[in-house]
T-cell receptor, first 114, second 114 residues
Framework: AQTVTQSQPEMSVQEAETVTLSCTYD???????LFWYKQPPSRQMILVIR??????QNATENRFSVNFQKAAKSFSLKISDSQLGDTAMYFC???????????FGKGITLSVRP | NAGVTQTPKFQVLKTGQSMTLQCAQD?????MSWYRQDPGMGLRLIHY???????DQGEVPNGYNVSRSTTEDFPLRLLSAAPSQTSVYFC?????????????FGPGTRLTVL
């Protein structure tokens, strides 16, 4: 079974600065998908970024980028130029094969200070 | 497109009562699933379905029943509610196939069992 670990329960960052959220996972699979989801106070789950394990290049979406270390089973999210709207809970998630079950970490609460 | 809709948004039950959480999608997605979110636990998979007439258990299926008679609907039934089922429930859906397709989440239902 796959496990996803987010060991930091909460973090805080000053507006316009950069913050990195950590995630580690455990799997015996070679091909899989990793995700970061954002959950603002509205409770809606929003996909932030996706990484396919077979791709060596780290995924980037505007101010969001990942550091994917497959051998170390590490998948961190970097948020650059933090904005007040980034305040939310962030979940790291694993998917063994396309379009199947998601396994989530416990989440981290990120607060962006003005 | 309405996307993934869930009703009700909020519900309070007494222990032992039964109810059905509704989930519907208008995107013709084959894959649908139910998650529950508890503080400090992330989202955990309850049941999922890969198409009409096909359902399977996830990580925490006890106390919940599902059926999938149509592609559009995937209701979650609580036959005899317990306080341990107090949670926020999310429904999600996606296309199937070998290539990755994004899972779309509904807005969630907050359930309190007294």
């Amino acid at each position: 079974a796959q496990t996803v670990t987010q060991s930091q329960p909460e973090m805080s960052v000053q507006e316009a600065e950069t913050v990195t959220l950590s995630c580690t996972y455990d799997t015996s699979e070679n091909n899989y998908y990793l995700f970061w989801y954002k959950q603002p106070p509205s409770r809606q789950m929003i996909l932030v970024i996706r990484q396919e394990a077979y791709k060596q290049q780290n995924a980037t979406e505007n101010r969001f980028s990942v550091n994917f270390q497959k051998a170390a089973k590490s998948f961190s999210l970097k948020i650059s130029d933090s904005q007040l709207g980034d305040t939310a809970m962030y979940f790291c998630a694993f998917m063994k094969q396309a379009n199947s079950k998601l396994t989530f970490g416990k989440g981290i609460t990120l607060s962006v200070r003005p | 497109n309405a996307g993934v809709t869930q009703t009700p948004k909020f519900q309070v039950l007494k222990t032992g009562q039964s109810m059905t959480l509704q989930c519907a999608q208008d995107m013709n997605h084959e894959y649908m699933s139910w998650y529950r979110q508890d503080p400090g636990m992330g989202l955990r998979l309850i049941h999922y379905s890969v198409g009409a007439g096909i359902t399977d258990q996830g990580e925490v299926p006890n106390g919940y029943n599902v059926s999938r008679s149509t592609t559009e609907d995937f209701p979650l039934r609580l036959l005899s509610a317990a306080p341990s089922q107090t949670s926020v429930y999310f429904c999600a859906s996606s296309y199937r196939g070998l290539a990755y397709n994004e899972q779309f989440f509904g807005p969630g239902t907050r359930l309190t069992v007294l």
